[in-house]
């Protein structure tokens, strides 16, 4: 069968399903619990034959021959506390889920390994630890943004938990006899305005007090921050996490502290674009009327442990917008954007292109092995930077 009778297929598959894709998007942003996703997710993907094997939240779902290629689409479906899905994750979810029910119909039998990876709260890098992305050839993903863009630009991130120890003292009594723990973390603050000033586009340094102290007639013996480090790329990322250790060890010195630098969890890498396959993706995306551009690759201060795996299997996570710029992530107005109009025609144009592409790797070897060479440059410039 040639390619266009495929596509074709897959979008009768998709146009059956749209209305019932569209009711689980709702659903799950009306009741934005990942529970609630997970079930509904493996319901769908059982009744389509999919071998499903959960791992308290998360998720595998496999259809095909086990065999090479193999090919992941990606499902995120946690929400923003407090604010519902104001990243459209539920959104990521009813894509993703269409791409694969509909690949899985209109080629009945796959020719290779078509999986569903289903990751809640940023779980990606727990499962790129365990495994789940060994043996892949391509992940597949689109997050819903306020620009249409072929991928998203996505920073390295980390967190640093730092705590200064000084020396406690009452006010009234010798408070010459105290180190303020709490002057060394503001003297830190302090250089890191100074920091800030000649930091490149998409680097940044946002801190906040968590303790500074008990009482306010005693010298605090404690204080304790939190800092989120963003870089465009994980290199960058460890040179600033430098540059932050050496402002604390500066505010220490200077004040008689002494200070603790921690760094939180692995963080997030940079997201590793993969041309050969956006590229792809954008085609199908533009036959079915919607037209990405490239991304100004700084524009956006926003991390994902989806960077994580890039930098193990080529992947793309393009953006698709179902809002204005104006209108923000993260936000109030995104939130309900992801249950409107324009998000149900973003959602299904997405499952579309991706259910594409995805047919595309698992019967054309050659489109395996040039993402594949697109990975590895990618890799080596990297490594020179």
Request: hydrophobic share 45%; net charge negative; glycine share 10%.
């Amino acid at each position: 069968m040639e390619d266009e009778e495929l596509y074709d297929l897959v979008d009768d598959q998709l146009t059956s399903l749209e209305e019932r894709l569209w009711n689980i998007g709702l659903t799950l942003h009306a009741d934005p619990e990942p529970e609630l996703a997970a079930r509904v997710l493996t319901k769908e993907l059982e009744q389509a034959g999919f071998e499903v094997e959960r791992d308290g939240l998360a998720f595998t779902a496999g259809v095909g021959t086990d065999e090479k290629p193999a090919v992941a689409l990606l499902l995120e479906y946690d929400a923003v506390p407090g604010l519902g899905h104001a990243c459209g994750h539920n959104l990521v979810a009813a894509a993703g889920l269409g791409a694969a029910l509909s690949v899985a119909g209109a080629l009945g039998k796959v020719p290779g390994t078509l999986r569903v990876i289903g990751t809640p709260a940023e779980g990606k890098d727990a499962a790129v630890r365990a495994g789940w992305f060994d043996g892949l050839d391509a992940v597949l993903m689109f997050r819903p943004g306020v620009h249409t863009w072929t991928w998203a630009p996505l920073s390295a991130q980390v967190e640093l938990a730092v705590s200064f120890h000084g020396r406690a003292a009452h006010v009234t009594g010798d408070p010459a006899d105290g180190v303020d723990a709490l002057a060394a973390l503001i003297q830190m603050f302090t250089a890191l305005a100074a920091l800030h000033r000649r930091l490149p586009r998409g680097a940044q340094v946002q801190g906040i007090i968590t303790h500074g102290g008990d009482a306010t007639d005693v010298v605090p013996d404690l204080a304790q921050a939190r800092f989120g480090v963003r870089a465009p790329t994980g290199r960058a990322l460890d040179r600033l996490v430098d540059d932050v250790m050496a402002c604390a060890e500066g505010a220490a010195g200077a004040s008689g502290a002494t200070v603790e630098v921690e760094r939180l969890g692995a963080g997030h890498r940079h997201f590793r674009p993969n041309e050969v396959l956006a590229a792809r993706f954008a085609r199908h995306l533009a036959e079915l009327g919607v037209h990405a551009g490239e991304p100004d690759p700084v524009a956006v201060s926003e991390s994902s442990d989806v960077g994580n795996v890039s930098t193990v299997v080529p992947t793309i996570c393009p953006l698709v917008a179902i809002a204005d710029p104006s209108q923000g992530w993260r936000t109030p107005a995104f939130t309900a954007a992801a249950a409107g109009p324009r998000a149900r025609s973003a959602t299904m144009a997405a499952a579309g292109a991706l259910a594409r592409t995805a047919v595309d790797l698992v019967r054309h070897a050659s489109l395996v092995t040039e993402s594949w060479a697109c990975f590895k440059d990618r890799e080596a410039a990297e490594r020179s930077l």
